[in-house]
């Protein structure tokens, strides 16, 4: 493994925004596209229901201003869900003109187009409403923590957020391929959110006791702590240097430090074939990997990555290995130097069929970098340990119209509850639950 041996202007080209963002004539021409349809199949579509047709009628008008702010009324996080939220399966896949004009509105980048624009001149919709007295502490600063922040300090609560990391936005800020969405974009559309008034604390973990005296101290307390680690494969090897887990790999490029100095193998394999795999597969291709290689234990049809993310991969030259299961990882001086795997199949037909592997069918890919992409584990260390709180399968179990828990006083919403969505779904569950909790602290909703 070696740090990348592109060189600063190949990297920065590797790393270029994915779209790059509409000129204002090209957000014209795009949104004149739009039929402005009645009762829109993408609003229908959208987690946070965007009024999809008045922000691109805003656009068409140049109202670039208040497009922004239709998009940030209902999305706060408007301008990473153009960039990372997966619009070709959600607003743009309902939109009509998939069927009418063979493709669809272009709705994430004319999103974009206009949030950009907010973001850049620095404008303000929102300001704190009248104060209440009331104290909420938000645990956990992602999409679904600050969503719900936000919410509340419109409806004039004070909103303390309490984030363990040294950066907040989870997820949004560190875990995402950074030409997709850089640090710097989630950090700014983030300070719009804490410039509300909110009182951010990093540094801050929380542990059961902590959460106990936060459910003394405040009125009420949100839960929006996300997932844990990458699951773990528990094979020989699996310790050896060189083996990463996903979120560690794409992390590098979003703390701080030069892409000249990443690291990155020759020969990269990825087990799993999610979202997440593609991004670290992808990253290490532009990073300098001279072969990628994605294994996956079923076949091309049951992967969980979207098909627009698979074609990137392909794209960017990733390779894929279909129907092999990892056995363990080859070590020469503590270095990774290979991965085994054992080939499988489907045995019978249809939902009845199940996965065997093959007797006799190893064989070793040789790389100097492993990545595990598996899925991310609950956050079992803290749930465990808060008397009350029940799961249902590793999630938080939640009333799914309040978002409260089963201990009084405690909400919840994000990942810790659905084991893992997008940004948009993120977003809808902290500002449904804000509107919750202000029944709860109105005492309307018991």
Known sequence: MQQTPLTPDQLQANFADLHPNYTREEAL???????????APCIRACPT????????RQILHDNVAGAAQTIFDANL?????????????????ACVDNARAGAPIQIGRLQRYATDYATERNLRFFAPGKDTGKRVAIVGSGPAGLSCAHELRRLGHRVTVLESRDVPGGLNTLGIAAYKISRETSLA?????????????????IDAPKLEALLKEFDAVFLGIGLGLTQRLKLPGENLEGVWEALEFIEQLH??????????????VVI????????A????????????TIAYRRGEDAKSAYNYEYDLGKADGVQFEWYVQPEGFVGANGRVAGATFARTQLQGEGRKAELVRIPNSEFTIECDMVITALGQTPVDELLSNVQGIERDRGAVRINPNTYATTRRGLFAGGDCTSKGKEIVNAVQDGKMAARSINRFLDGKDQ
């Open 49 to 56: 229901h965007i009024d999809v047709p008045r922000f691109i």
């Open 272 to 279: 799993g074939c999610g979202n997440t795999a593609i991004d």
């Open 255 to 268: 703390d701080s430090r030069a892409l000249k100095d990443c690291k990155v193998g020759r020969n990269v």
């Open 281 to 292: 597969a992808t990253q290490a291709i532009r990073l300098g990997a001279e072969k990628v």
């Open 29 to 39: 021409v795009e949104s004149s596209r739009c039929l402005f349809c009645y009762d």
């Open 77 to 93: 996080f408007g301008g990473s869900c153009a960039r990372a939220c997966p619009t070709e399966v959600l607003c743009e896949g």
């Open 189 to 205: 559309e983030i300070q719009h959110i804490l410039d509300m008034g909110i009182d951010l604390k990093l540094n801050s973990p």
